[in-house]
Every structure is written in structure tokens, then in C-alpha cells.
């Protein structure tokens, strides 16, 4: 079955760390986006990437640094910048372009300890 | 003001009820709408798409968007206690996609 698979589903970092959240879809899906989910919020933007070794800033980039080496894949680091990375992170992926609606991971929860 | 409000809830109705969650929007430049449904711990899944004005039905479920009052609807029919969820409506144009912050429905069997 084709989807997204994020890992790992929980993830605990310490204070000064960085850590990485894995996204694999085989969808053959051109585009790519990292969206962090807080408590009573919207979904917000951090990372997307259109296309292969290429990627652009979202509404909250700061602290979050992505590559895209390979199609199927976007992982996410979490920075030690970011001073407040506890929350559920989703990466989600579209055929080409935002219009036809995302095909989301089943997400992955980050907490600080 | 938001670009997309939505009331966060929490919804609860009786099972069998009709559910009526509603979103609005500012920005009339906005041409594709969608819901969303979120399980708690999971990821959304899409499950209604429209295109500008009108309606569209799939089984029990009934989107409705009113661009001149910059309002969409997501209607349930016959609720069922596995339609408890968060439904979080979105909205774009262009590349801007905007999601609402959702709204928890709780259907009690």
C-alpha cells in the first residue's frame, strides 16, 4: 500500500540536542512538507520541498533544518535553536501541487525531557 | 482577525445525530476547499475536496461552501461513535494553504 511512514512515533530529547524525524513515502509524490501541530492551534508550515535537493522555508523555519537527497525521503532536525520543539510533527506530501490536498504520515511526538 | 477560524469545541452529540462544523475565512482569493479528519494521535486523512461554490455528497458526509459569505460546512449524517474525531478545514489558492485549527467532535453511543 502506498502512504507516508514517519519514524519514530515517540521521540524524547534533552536540552542542547538535536534530533531527526524520518518521513519515507512511496507515493512517487513530488512535493513534500513538514507541519508542527501545537495543542489548539492550526497546523503550521516549517519546511517544503518541490522538488529534489531543494527546499523552502515555511512560516516557522527557525530552529528546523531539512534535506532532500532522494524523492521518497525528508527528514527533519530539530535544532538545539529551537527552544520550543515539543510538540506533534507531521510530514505530509502532494502529487505536484497544494491544490489537490495532502496525504499526511501518521505523525511523530516530540518531547522535551 | 484569522485568515481561518474555526470553533475548536468540544462537539458532543448523541449518535444518530446530523453534525454541522462550520469554518470562515477572510481571504476571498481562496479557490479549493477541504476537510480533514484527525484521529487523536494520528495524522489527518483527507475527506472531502471541492472546487469554489456549491455542494458535494460522498455517503454521509456533505460539504457546502458559500464563497460569498466566505463560509464552508462539513455535514454528518446518521453519526456513528467512530466519526469521533478532530475535523480541521482547509483552503487554498495558488501555493497558500491554510488549515484551520479543527474542532473535536465527540459522538456518544
Known amino acids: 500500500d502506498g502512504g507516508i511512514t514517519q519514524s519514530p512515533?515517540?521521540?524524547?530529547r534533552k536540552e542542547g540536542q538535536n534530533v531527526t524525524l524520518s518521513?519515507?513515502?512511496?507515493?512517487n509524490h513530488d512535493a513534500m512538507y513538514w507541519y508542527r501541530q501545537d495543542p489548539g492551534q492550526g497546523l503550521r508550515l516549517i519546511y517544503y520541498s518541490q522538488i529534489v535537493n531543494?527546499?523552502?522555508?515555511?512560516?516557522?523555519?527557525?530552529?528546523?533544518?531539512?534535506?532532500?537527497e532522494k524523492k521518497e525521503s525528508f527528514p527533519l532536525t530539530v535544532t538545539s535553536a529551537q527552544k520550543n520543539p515539543t510538540a506533534f510533527y507531521l510530514c505530509a506530501s502532494t502529487p505536484g501541487t497544494y491544490n489537490y490536498g495532502y496525504t499526511f504520515g501518521s505523525g511523530t511526538r516530540l518531547t522535551v525531557v | 482577525q484569522k485568515e481561518v477560524e474555526q470553533d475548536p469545541g468540544p462537539l458532543s452529540v448523541p449518535e444518530?445525530?446530523?453534525?454541522?462544523?462550520?469554518?470562515t475565512y477572510s481571504n476571498s482569493a481562496f479557490q479549493y476547499f477541504m476537510w480533514y479528519r484527525q484521529y487523536s494521535r494520528k495524522g489527518p486523512e483527507l475527506l472531502m475536496y471541492t472546487y469554489s461554490s456549491g455542494n458535494k455528497e460522498d455517503g454521509r458526509f456533505t460539504a457546502q461552501v458559500d464563497k460569498s459569505s466566505k463560509y464552508i460546512s462539513l455535514f454528518?449524517?446518521?453519526s456513528q461513535p467512530s466519526d469521533s474525531a478532530t475535523y480541521l478545514c482547509a483552503m487554498s489558492y495558488g501555493q497558500n494553504f491554510v488549515f484551520g485549527p479543527g474542532t473535536r467532535?465527540?459522538?456518544?453511543?
Open chain 1, 54 to 68: 531543494d527546499f523552502q522555508k515555511g512560516d516557522i523555519a527557525e530552529g528546523y533544518s531539512v534535506s532532500r
Open chain 2, 105 to 109: 467532535l465527540s459522538v456518544l453511543p
Open chain 1, 23 to 27: 518521513c519515507e513515502q512511496n507515493l
Open chain 2, 76 to 78: 454528518i449524517r446518521d
Open chain 1, 9 to 12: 512515533k515517540y521521540l524524547f
Open chain 2, 16 to 23: 444518530g445525530a446530523i453534525v454541522s462544523l462550520n469554518c
